[in-house]
């Protein structure tokens, strides 16, 4: 089984604004989930989903927040199961280009892991379609 999930996009925007989307509970909160967290090595989070978007809590420890790189454990709540989170920005001429990596997938048992590969690699997508619009939002509000 394939062990880790890569989603690769680039956005037409700085990095500084990318980086602050990822980053900073406020905006995370706004176009992902409801977050407790801070980007500094040691932080231990929780992100709290509501009942439609099929979990409930996310918690985990920042390991990495160097600008432009960000690594957190991720530990779905009633499971065991701990995988890592890495979001990687790069400067390019056209924006920004993000690397997202969700690894240790078959830390999960037999065919949960199976599913759970599925449902993040979904998931991802989403949540990078999510960031775009909100991202394209913010450009236009200002």
Not at 27 to 36: C, M, P
Not at 64 to 75: E, H, K, V
Not at 80 to 109: F, M, P, Q, R
Not at 125 to 141: F, P, R
Request: proline content about 1%; some cysteine.
């Amino acid at each position: 089984m394939n062990d880790v999930i890569s989603k690769e996009h680039i956005f037409a925007h700085p990095i500084q604004k990318v980086w602050d989307a990822i980053s900073r509970e406020e905006e995370i909160s706004t176009w992902f989930i409801k977050a407790d967290f801070k980007a500094k090595a040691g932080y231990q989070y929780t992100f709290t989903a509501s009942e439609e978007q099929n979990c409930t809590e996310i918690t985990g420890v920042v390991k990495q927040a160097d600008p432009y790189t960000l690594i957190y454990t991720w530990i779905v709540q009633n499971t065991k199961a701990e995988t890592t989170v890495k979001w990687a920005l790069e400067e390019t001429a056209d924006g920004t280009k993000l690397l997202l990596e969700h690894s240790g997938i078959s830390n999960y048992e037999g065919e949960t892991a199976v599913a759970m590969f599925s449902s993040f690699s979904k998931g991802w997508d989403n949540c990078i379609s999510e960031l775009s619009e909100y991202l394209k939002q913010e450009v236009h509000a200002r």
